[in-house]
C-alpha cells in the first residue's frame, strides 16, 4: 500500500490528519490487539504506520488479517533498533500530525476526536496532549507558551504520567528537529521528543489520561540496563545544551532536575520490586544496584541519594518480609 494514495472511505480525505506512528519486532500477538485497539477510534480520519523491525516480515500477516487500507505496514530490511525504526515511520507518515505508540501501550478510543476538537478550537499550535495536571480539574484545558511549557511538563508535581501516546505532534516541526532523538538510548526520548514538539509554539494541554502503559515479562524496560544510564546522562545533557535555564528554573526551582530525580526513583524500584516479588532474580538484582550507583554518580544526580536511601530501606523491608514470612507486596 502506497501511503501518497491513501484513501479514506469515511471522509473521502485522500491524506489522513493524523498518523499512529509504530514499531514492532517479533510481537505478533501483541501487534494485533494494539491495531484493533487502535482501530476502533471514535474520530477515522487516521492511518497507522507500522515499521517491523523484523527483516523476516512477522508482523505482515498480522496487517493484512485485518484488511484495512488504513494500515501503512513497512517491514526494515535489518533491525534498525526502536529509534530508528520509529523514525522510519514517522519518514513514511504524510498526515499533519502524529501519534507516536508503542505496540502494547492502549489509547482510549476518543482520543483521536477530543485533540482534533482541541486543534480546532486552539488552532496553530504543534503539541495537543492529554497530560495529568494534580492542581486543575479534570478535563482544564490550559495553553502552555513555549517559555513555560518545559517547566510544566518536567516539574514531576505539576505533569504526571506524561505519555507521547497520549498526545498529537505535528509532523513537519518534529522532523525538522531530529524526529524521535537519537542520543544512544529510548529512555526520556519521548518526554524530550515532547519538549521538542512545543519548543517554537508551545502547546494546549486538556488534563485527561488518554492512554496507559502495558506491563508484560516482554517490556524494553525489563532489561538493556545500561540504556537507563545513557538516558538519564543524555537527556539532561540535551535540554542543559537546547534550552535557555530560565525554561525550566522558575522560581528556584530546577525542574529538570526534579524530573530526573523521580524518573530514576520510579524506575529504578520498578525494577527491584520486580526481580524481588515477581521474578526473582539476585544476580539481575545485583546489576541493578550497580546501574543505581552509577547513575547517582553524575554531578547533576547528587541531591537524589536521600530519596534513594530512604526509598531503598522501604524495599529491603519490604523484601525481609517477603523472602522470611512469605507476605505478599
Known sequence: ?????????????????VSFCMS????????????????KQSFKNFN????????????????????DDRLIYYANSENLGMVKSFNQSILKAVSEFIVMVTDDDPVSPEMLEELFNLHKKYPGFHFYGGIQRPFNKPGTIEILPKEDFVFEILHPKKSKNILWSGCII???????????????????ADHLMIINSASETGGVIVNKQFSSLSHHDGNFSKKNFEMYYIGCKEFYSWIFSKYPSEYYIKYGCNSLKLHLYHWFIGVIFNLKNYYTFSYKSNTTLAQIEQLSKEIMKLHFMKGVR???LIKNFIYKVKAFAFNTFKLKF
Open 1 to 17: 500500500m502506497d501511503p501518497e494514495k491513501i484513501k479514506l472511505q469515511t471522509d473521502n480525505s485522500e491524506i489522513p490528519w
Open 24 to 39: 514492532t519486532y517479533k510481537r505478533p500477538d501483541i501487534l494485533s490487539k494494539q491495531i484493533e485497539g487502535l482501530l
Open 48 to 67: 497507522i504506520i507500522i515499521s517491523d523491525n523484523d527483516p523476516e516480515e512477522s508482523g505482515r500477516s498480522v496487517v493484512n488479517s485485518f484488511n
Open 170 to 188: 505535528h509532523r513537519k516541526s518534529i522532523i525538522e528537529k531530529g524526529g524521535f532523538p537519537d542520543y544512544g538510548s529510548p529512555h526520556l
Open 306 to 308: 536521600l530519596r534513594f
